[in-house]
């Protein structure tokens, strides 16, 4: 690959400044080694795991829930040990330590389509914390309970989650665009005590209410016990039985965090659901915030003053990633509305309005204010912008090198990772430049390589994505999956004791990364993603739809492509009545997000001699792959049916 130029260059002030500076510095006083650069420091972070984590556990005030004797006691994957014996709280780091500014401090900016932004400072946030905790300890709540909440993107959701986290309680959340059954496919797995629910938001002008909603989700969920319900409309319409959320009382004295082992349950955020319904993916306490700090702190360049607005709801790991910015002093933006009504620079009108200093986007969202003809530096004030990132999908080259002109002159990261880990693989960092529509590095403790199928390290080749040592925050388990066997299954069953992400990527000659897309399934837009089988369950439930395969295609300008092919039954034709039946459907009972850009007929839908749907083949086939690359003839049970494909490729599609 030819080294591109890069289109940022860190000044000498930042590098200079940067907390990853001050962090490689206390390393090489400690160490006796030279770390005079970041990829001296990450050979080191990755070929010695147990100096790096306690490294970042003593740098970071950890302490404070005591030592161990080994960071990594147990480097196995899966089954790695960390930390043992010591006893921590995620919600106590984020809220119990001194910041500046203190509780005057920012730590929420309340921000919504219909009124202006509301501050929420760091004591207020306390209390209410303590208060919610206060009342679910009331209600009997104990660690290891879930809490569930179906919620927007508004402060009392970043409260609740908090407040299950400092008694020992396990949180999950949806957003509620989400529809009842879809919510109830993941709470259901949990067995809930508690439900957390908003009375409805608003999108894009339109009032959505959604009582209606959390009285399905209740009835499906035979374990809930209480439903704590906030009323951001006009509170009509509340069940006498519901507890109000401004009817908490406030707590009797200071809250009281319970410290749990480093592996305790902290969240359950869930898969895509690709091969059948969503996989609970459990997250610790422990592991979540040593890679929170170090990711936030040494790659986002993150501290107190900072405030983060990343455009994100309450059912993707973004959500989770933004609130944990309160670890090292930051406030975060919560915007519960459209991100592109009145117009695509709706995000940057809030950037500006709420000071934001990191702002976070998909690709699609840039590529939206692009094809707008916004610049935004020059119709808002961004001047307490210092860093963006970007994530969901690749960026490409051209959206990375906008970004720079019509932002401005600041680093655009590039990040890639994800649900499973709560974190980042491949990132940038302040001390290092960036290439356009290039990763800058691999993270700090992230033995990332790009392999080809046999297992060998490939660099300036396109390679799987695959991790070959543990972190601290890969899951501590499924829900349900008592054997872990679904575990390994996941990540490991293609290369044993390596974890295979399914991200195609290459690793570039000067260290930097590629992500070429994903080599599973899943349907990703935007950064939110679903599994194939969740718009099957309900496109194969209309009558005259036989069967259905969708795609989501990364195309090489940038854009995503989602078509959904379907089978019909003889003698019925793909009429406009139908086309609008199978996309209400979707939008309504699997995901308003991923109502497919077009419908297409075709005669049959190509499988594996086992039933499988050839869903990788056709979307490399979409992507312009010959069919001898893409699947042998003797694998298909009707081979013939891929030449559709091939030829929908060679005309271009409707999107392409």
């Given amino acids: 690959m030819e080294q591109l130029e890069p289109i940022w ?3 000498d002030e930042l590098v200079a400044s940067a907390n990853v500076t001050r962090f490689a510095e206390r390393v090489s006083k400690s160490t006796g080694l030279v770390m005079d650069d970041y990829h001296a420091l990450w050979q080191w972070s990755v070929a010695d795991l147990d100096g790096f984590w306690q490294a970042v556990w003593e740098h970071f005030g950890l302490t404070a829930f005591g030592t161990a ?12 040990s960390w930390f043992p014996g010591v006893r921590l709280n995620f919600a106590e780091y984020l809220l119990g330590r001194e910041v500046p500014g203190g509780d005057d401090a920012v730590a929420i900016v309340d ?3 219909n009124r202006p932004p509301v501050e929420i400072t760091r004591g207020e946030l306390r209390r209410g914390v303590a208060a919610l905790a206060q009342a679910l300890r009331g209600m009997g709540i104990q660690p290891g309970d879930v809490v569930a909440g179906y919620l927007p993107n508004i402060p009392q959701a970043v409260t609740a989650m908090l407040a299950a986290a400092a008694i020992g309680a396990i949180w999950s959340s949806v957003g509620q665009d989400y529809a009842p059954a879809a919510a109830v496919n993941r709470f259901g797995q949990l067995r809930p005590r508690v439900l957390i629910a908003a009375d409805g938001y608003v999108f894009a002008g339109r009032v959505h209410r959604r009582t209606g909603a959390v009285r399905e989700i209740r009835a499906g969920l035979p374990t809930v016990e209480r439903v704590v319900m906030i009323s951001r409309l006009d509170g009509a319409d509340l069940d006498g039985d519901w507890l109000r959320w401004d009817g908490i009382p406030q707590p009797d004295g200071p809250l009281a965090y319970a410290r749990v082992p480093f592996d305790h349950p902290l969240w359950v955020l869930f898969s895509s659901g690709t091969t059948g319904r969503p996989k609970g993916i459990v997250h610790g306490h422990g592991g979540i915030l040593v890679e929170t700090v170090k990711q936030m702190s040494l790659h986002w360049n993150l501290s107190g003053g900072d405030r983060v607005f990343w455009f994100t709801s ?16 930051a406030g975060v ?13 709706r995000l940057w009108d809030l950037v500006a309005a709420t000071g934001a200093t990191f702002f976070g986007a998909s690709p699609g969202y840039l590529q939206a204010t692009a094809n707008h003809g916004l610049a935004p530096a020059a119709a808002f004030d961004l001047a307490a912008l210092r860093a963006m990132g970007s994530t969901g999908s690749p960026l490409p080259p051209a959206l990375h090198r906008w970004a720079y002109e019509r932002v ?12 499973d880990i709560a974190g980042a693989f491949l990132g940038g960092v302040p001390t290092v430049p960036i290439w356009p529509g290039q990763l800058s590095v691999r993270c700090l403790g992230v033995a990332a390589q790009a392999w080809t199928e046999e297992g060998a390290p490939v660099v300036d080749r396109v390679g799987e994505l695959v991790v070959t040592r543990p972190m601290p925050s890969m899951p501590v388990a499924f829900w349900d999956d008592r054997t872990g066997e679904r575990y390994r299954e996941a990540y490991f069953s293609t290369f044993p004791g390596t974890w295979r992400h399914g991200d195609w990527i290459s690793i570039t000659p000067w260290g930097s990364c590629v992500v070429h897309g994903r080599s599973d399934s899943t349907l990703n837009r935007n950064g939110v993603r679903i599994g194939s089988a969740e718009i099957y369950a309900v496109v194969e439930a209309i009558d005259g739809v036989d069967e259905a395969l969708v795609a989501g295609v990364e195309l090489a300008d940038g854009g995503y492509w989602m078509p959904l092919f379907v089978a019909l039954s003889p003698g019925r034709e793909l009429t406009d009545e139908l086309r609008a039946t199978v996309n209400d459907a979707v939008r309504t009972q699997a995901s308003p997000r991923h109502v497919p850009d077009e419908i297409i007929q075709v005669s049959g839908i190509p499988h594996t001699r086992t039933g499988k749907k050839l869903e990788i083949p056709v979307k490399r086939l979409l992507q312009g792959a010959a069919v001898a690359d893409v699947a042998t003839p003797d694998a298909v049970d009707d081979p013939e049916l891929l030449a559709q494909y091939a030829a929908l490729a060679r005309r271009g599609g409707a999107r392409r």
């Fill in 408 to 419: 401005g002159p600041l680093p655009l990261w590039s990040m890639s990772g994800g649900t």
């Fill in 333 to 345: 933006v919560c915007y519960d509305g459209s991100p592109t009504s009145p117009d695509p620079g």
């Fill in 69 to 80: 004797e080994r960071a990594l006691a147990d480097d196995r994957m899966p089954g790695a």
């Fill in 111 to 113: 921000a919504a389509e």
């Fill in 314 to 329: 309450p059912s993707w790991v973004m959500w989770n990633l933004q609130l944990s910015t309160l670890a090292v002093g």
């Fill in 9 to 11: 260059v860190p000044p």
